[in-house]
């Protein structure tokens, strides 16, 4: 069955960086395009970014746009977020998400970034 | 891009009908017929519940449906069931290999 674990959240001063992973199994990791969602604490959900399967292309909210890079390893099927120049509002639970045909079929069970000083 | 509109919450007795609506714009919701919903409940990853404005994935029950007008897409939830209590999104493609979620919907099983 698809199972996606995600890691690498901690606590974070501001303006520092920070690496999560997703390490994917279950399916044929290559042949899909694999998302990052977050959700602040007691807020919605806020779609971040998109790697396409092949590692082409890849695209971000304007939040996190020259800030964050998505990047993924076929070869380990992990899926990664770098992230750095980090801020107090990117302070949320990270959840990577693997593409179904039009959304995101099945999630990670997420995990948490805190950026405080 | 603007988060698309939820009511902040809905509520309904077991065996009621209730339903969200989530109001976009024509650059999204109106846009695509790209439209999804995810159940959260408190503390868990959210799990999709409708895709392709109303499709159902397997296993999940078809008192949960979709449907969408113009700008706004909307779920009914028909037969509500104590386990229906829970946080709800929906989603829809923004173009530009983007997407936006909803402000969500707390659903209340009275």
């Known amino acids: 069955q698809v199972q996606l674990v995600d890691s690498g959240g901690g606590v974070v001063q501001p303006g520092r960086s920070l690496r999560l992973s997703c390490a994917a199994s279950g399916f044929t990791f290559s042949n899909f395009d694999m998302h990052w969602v977050r959700q602040a604490p007691g807020k919605g959900l806020e779609w971040v970014a998109v790697i396409w399967y092949d590692g082409s292309n890849k695209y971000y909210a304007d939040s996190v746009k020259g800030r964050f890079t998505i990047s993924r390893d076929n070869s380990k099927n992990t899926l990664y977020l770098q992230m750095n120049s980090l801020r107090a509002e990117d302070t949320a639970v990270y959840y990577c998400?693997?593409?179904?045909?039009?959304?995101?079929?099945?999630w990670g069970q997420g995990t948490l970034v805190t950026v405080s000083s | 891009q603007s988060a698309l509109t939820q009511p902040r919450s809905v509520s309904g007795s077991p065996g009621q009908s209730v339903t969200i609506s989530c109001t976009g714009t024509?650059?999204?919701?109106?846009?695509?017929?790209?439209v999804s919903w995810y159940q959260q409940h408190p503390g868990k990853a959210p799990k999709l519940m409708i895709y392709?404005?109303?499709k159902r994935p397997s296993g999940v029950p078809d008192r949960f449906s979709g449907s969408k007008s113009g700008n706004t897409a909307s779920l009914t939830i028909s037969g509500l069931q104590a386990e229906d209590e829970a946080d709800y999104y929906c989603?829809?493609?923004?173009?530009?290999?983007?997407?936006?979620f909803g402000t969500g919907t707390k659903v209340t099983v009275l």
């Open positions: 989603c829809s493609y923004a173009g530009s290999y983007t997407y936006v």
């Open positions: 392709g404005v109303s």
């Open positions: 024509s650059s999204d919701v109106g846009g695509y017929n790209y």
């Open positions: 998400a693997k593409k179904g045909s039009t959304d995101f079929d099945y």
